[in-house]
């Protein structure tokens, strides 16, 4: 059984930082793509940031503000945001694309709230 584990919301100020981190832990599987969404109650979950080999992509409202990483070693993705806005505030996810050994599923992590005091 895999499970994704997100870590390092909370309340911060307009401007501020924060870094999201998010492990996959289990055995045997391979991460095929690693990402994170956001949503809010009454909203459509949205996409924030989406990494696949050395392809990343940015929703439009995050584009120069935020960036994704991922340490494959750590099974691990990262999400730097900076500049944060109040409009940030959502709970975020971590999503995984995984092989299971060879059972491509989609992952979800329980979600992290951020908070940005304007």
């Known amino acids: 059984q895999v499970h994704l584990v997100e870590s390092g919301g909370g309340l911060v100020q307009a401007g501020e930082s924060l870094r999201l981190s998010c492990v996959a832990s289990?055995?045997?599987?391979?991460?095929?793509?690693m990402g994170w969404y956001r949503q809010n109650p009454g909203e459509q979950r949205e996409m924030v940031a989406l990494?696949?080999?050395?392809?990343?992509v940015y929703g439009d409202s995050v584009k120069g503000r935020f960036t994704i990483s991922t340490d494959r070693a750590k099974n691990t993705v990262y999400l730097q945001m900076n500049n944060l806005k109040h409009e940030d505030t959502a709970v975020y996810y971590c999503?995984?694309?995984?092989?299971?050994?060879?059972?491509?599923?989609?992952?979800w992590g329980q979600g992290t709230q951020v908070t940005v005091s304007s």
């Open positions: 999503n995984a694309d995984l092989s299971v050994p060879v059972v491509r599923s989609e992952f």
């Open positions: 289990g055995s045997n599987f391979v991460i095929n793509a």
């Open positions: 990494q696949a080999g050395s392809t990343t």
